[in-house]
């Protein structure tokens, strides 16, 4: 049976209204599913415990059919109406779904019109081009979705960060609890921060391995187990998300925990360093290499510090172990001192129900408050964004006044107006001058024309950021991970382009962009470009996409000055007041 969590609920929910959709079914009932499932992804409390209860009556949005559903999935984890209608559609079309600019009405047509039920029966019809004779697609939407399955091809196995995040925490929690663990954590790409990983690896300190693999592979959870030895485990959940146990001793811990960190290239080189001091590394041990002699014996290792000390070097956070200049910076004890996540005071790029997010103002203000924010800026979508439902001028300037009327009746929180203003193709943007300076702030962002060449999106970009109300550039290559590539844009000259002209960067925390890619920030960082961490939250729990924005961050390198909301309220409210020109 499936883990039941708000998750669960709210994907279950949303599969209805796809299959309902596939199906052809009335569109009201189709919403109603739906919007069902953003409630229960924005409700505030623990709406798995409510539904199991039976105790949803009175939730705005949640009717009594849908309260008995939600009663029998939480009781059970399944849902027989789910379960029915998923068995009138082959397994291989829900693989359809997933693919980039696909939907259902699409799907259904090619299942009605030519059977298609799997990606691969979908790519042979595309290169046979069947698919472009169909009414509504053509030869461009062929391509496309040639496009889309190469993309998905690509992009199978892996993860997003924040979409494994309650999987590996829950696992983890479970194995520290254990009589027999002394030690536990989970390593490899998850450790190291990745925006996205394509595995899970467990490592566990213990005297008794035999007893922990065996008590690994009967989790809950788990869909089969793939391998089972005394030191070793391999799972599989039922997301698909394989997850690897290994069992070391005590001793053995440090050595173990660097190694499965990774990365590979960062190990490589460590051991490197390791012999050309005579010495050998591996994940058991570091020893004196065999037929030479040290006057220094190798001491007693037991942390991953420890391991990095003897070889002459500062210890190397795993965030930053890529073999991507933290060797040189450790020889020098000049590694930098990583931001945290208690250092952040604020955000700025946040929507509510005025364009396309699921929260109102004033619950974003009270979750914004929950976690401990000095200040919140509200950006929702500008008009030439239809498709969010986003906000022209008049619009606009009747938010800017309620964000300023609420923040004038509030004392233990600041609220700044802005907006996420869409930078159109040849680089204006939605709104004119004097409407943009009646704003606290401005996120200026790319929402379409996403196939300029390299040399025209950039160009696009750089006149935005010549605006001196554009505060901020959100997320720099549109990309959305696992699902679309980036457009073309030359990472170089926009961060000249930003330290030149003031401009912040945006590093957006959407566990689906982490945009601006963290192999650009260090160069930033060093150019004296500043980063605004953005949850791009569009409900009131988005705004806890900070804590994997952080994560990210700390692959960049950022320190705490390097992040604008890490300064407190009075200085960012100063900070906001200045010209965009004399920040520099």
Avoid at 297 to 311: F, G, Q, W
Avoid at 431 to 459: C, I, R, W
Avoid at 484 to 497: Q, S, T
Avoid at 570 to 576: G, P
Wanted: proline share 4%; with cysteine; charged share 30%.
């Amino acid at each position: 049976m499936p883990e039941i969590t708000r998750d669960h609920l709210a994907e279950v929910l949303e599969e209805i209204a796809l299959l309902l959709e596939l199906k052809g079914e009335n569109p009201f009932k189709i919403r109603a599913y739906r919007n069902g499932s953003e409630i229960v992804r924005s409700f505030d409390g623990d709406i798995v415990q409510r539904a199991r209860e039976n105790d949803l009556k009175g939730i705005k949005g949640i009717g009594e059919a849908l309260q008995q559903k939600l009663h029998e999935l939480a009781s059970n984890g399944l849902l027989a109406f789910h379960q029915n209608l998923r068995d009138e559609f082959p397994e291989g079309l829900f693989e359809l779904l997933e693919l980039q600019g696909l939907g259902p009405r699409k799907v259904k047509t090619l299942y009605e019109e030519l059977s298609i039920a799997s990606l691969g029966g979908l790519k042979r019809a595309c290169q046979s081009g069947q698919v472009s004779e169909l009414p509504g697609f053509g030869k461009k939407s062929e391509e496309k979705i040639l496009g889309a399955i190469e993309a998905h091809e690509r992009f199978s196995g892996y993860y997003l960060l924040a979409e494994v995040a309650p999987d590996a925490e829950r696992i983890l929690g479970i194995l520290r609890q254990h009589p027999d663990v002394s030690r536990a954590e989970i390593a490899g790409s998850y450790r190291r921060g990745r925006e996205t990983v394509h595995d899970l690896d467990f490592l566990v300190a213990t005297p008794d391995p035999a007893v922990i693999t065996a008590f690994f592979t009967e989790l809950e959870g788990i869909r089969e187990i793939l391998a089972q030895g005394r030191t070793k485990a391999s799972v599989r959940l039922q997301s698909g998300l394989q997850c690897d146990l290994r069992a070391v001793s005590n001793r053995e811990w440090p050595f173990a925990l660097i190694y499965f960190t990774g990365s590979r290239e960062h190990n490589v080189e460590l051991r490197s360093r390791a012999l050309k001091q005579k010495l050998t590394l591996n994940e058991y041990q570091l020893q004196p290499v065999a037929g030479t002699q040290r006057n220094d014996p190798t001491p007693d290792l037991r942390e991953e510090s420890d391991i990095y000390a003897e070889l002459g070097l500062q210890f190397i956070e795993p965030a930053l172990r890529e073999n991507r200049g933290e060797f040189d910076a450790a020889c020098k004890g000049d590694l930098p001192r990583l931001v945290e996540q208690d250092n952040l005071r604020g955000t700025f790029h946040n929507h509510t129900t005025e364009s396309d997010g699921r929260s109102s103002l004033a619950e974003m203000v009270e979750a914004a408050r929950d976690l401990g924010l000095s200040y919140l800026g509200i950006a929702d979508h500008s008009r030439s964004s239809f498709q969010t439902n986003g906000l022209n001028e008049e619009r606009l300037l009747t938010q800017s006044a309620a964000i300023r009327a609420l923040n004038a009746s509030l004392d233990d929180i600041d609220l700044y107006a802005g907006n996420e203003v869409d930078i159109l193709r040849n680089g204006t943007l939605d709104f004119d001058d004097g409407t943009l300076a009646q704003l606290d702030y401005v996120v200026a962002s790319v929402h379409a024309s996403f196939n300029l060449p390299e040399k025209d999106m950039t160009a696009r970009l750089i006149k935005a950021m010549e605006n001196p109300h554009v505060t901020m550039l959100g997320h720099l290559s549109g990309r959305l991970l696992l699902r679309r590539d980036p457009y073309a844009v030359n990472h170089e000259k926009i961060i000249d382009c930003a330290a030149e002209t003031g401009t912040v960067i945006e590093l957006n925390c959407s566990s689906k962009r982490m945009d601006m890619d963290w192999r650009w920030w260090r160069r930033a960082r060093d150019k004296g470009v500043k980063c605004s961490l953005n949850p791009d939250a569009h409900h009131a729990r988005g705004l806890q996409n900070l804590h994997f924005g952080i994560r990210v961050a700390r692959k960049g390198w950022l320190r705490r000055q390097d992040v604008l909301n890490c300064l407190p309220a009075e200085d960012i409210r100063k900070w906001l007041q200045t010209p965009k020109a004399k920040r520099l």
